[in-house]
């Protein structure tokens, strides 16, 4: 069986439902609901109907287009044990997790890790960025109403798909004459835009310098980590 999500209710499950039907799932269990919801029922109906199956001696597989979809890190590997603890399979369609796995096996423990690392990499791409900008004489986004923790909420958000106007609803202005109230989706725009902007000339001094960039996704690190043998 399968499994859809969506944060809000305006963003669309119709990409992820196609996925599913495209791989042969006809038992989809959808729901839209933030990663960050501590109950999301529809997962809950599609792991239990997984468990029952399994008890009755087929076996199960819950597949999901992306594993972002589940959670990352340590919310993605408590719900993988839960399923090893029952002999339920996981799948992933796409997305850095693709393919089949062992949700109690070592390479798939490994990879959850690596998977939750991104938001702590976000916050530290976000320091460089700005210090390699202010050296240059730029200013990231509205130097009146921005600082490194909204940009670092504002890039967690557009991750999750929000729009620029539900993003700039989330975020509130720290300091100056307008603390306290939401920043312009403009403002917003403009913030992640000059970000995206810094990031890749950083990312190309990186390559010429010969250096490795961890930020450029987890590909490099699975590449080494299978290559090893694991």
């Known amino acids: 069986m399968g499994y859809a999500r969506a944060s809000t209710a305006r963003q669309s499950l119709d990409s992820q439902l ?3 039907a495209a791989a042969g799932v006809t038992r989809v269990f959808s729901e839209k609901i933030s990663t ?3 109950k999301r029922p529809e997962l809950e109906k599609a792991v239990t109907l997984a468990r029952e199956i ?11 287009h992306e594993h972002k979809r589940l959670g990352r890190g340590i919310d993605l590997a408590t719900l993988a044990e ?3 603890a029952t002999d339920v399979g996981l799948e992933f369609l796409t997305g850095e997790l693709q393919g089949s796995h062992d949700p109690g096996g070592v390479v798939f423990t490994v990879l959850a890790a690596l998977s939750g690392m991104e938001r702590e990499y976000i916050r530290d791409r976000t320091l460089e960025g700005h210090e ?7 200013s990231i986004g509205g130097a009146s109403v921005t600082d ?25 202005i ?12 403009a403002t917003v725009m403009r913030m992640l ?18 250096a490795p960039d961890r930020e450029t996704g987890l590909a490099p690190l699975l590449t080494t980590y299978f290559a090893a043998g694991v």
Do not use: C, F, W
């Open 18 to 20: 196609d996925s599913l």
């Open 36 to 38: 960050r919801a501590t």
């Open 54 to 64: 399994r008890a009755s001696g087929v076996r199960a597989t819950l597949v999901v």
């Open 82 to 84: 839960e399923l090893r």
């Open 132 to 138: 390699s900008a202010r050296k240059r004489g730029k």
């Open 148 to 172: 490194d923790d909204m940009l670092g909420m504002a890039l967690h958000l557009r991750g999750q798909e929000l729009s620029l106007r539900e993003i700039a609803t989330r975020l509130v």
């Open 174 to 185: 720290t300091k100056g004459a307008r603390k306290g109230q939401h920043p312009s989706p």
């Open 193 to 210: 835009r000059e970000y995206d902007e810094q990031t890749a000339i950083t990312d190309l001094v990186a390559a010429n310098d010969g």
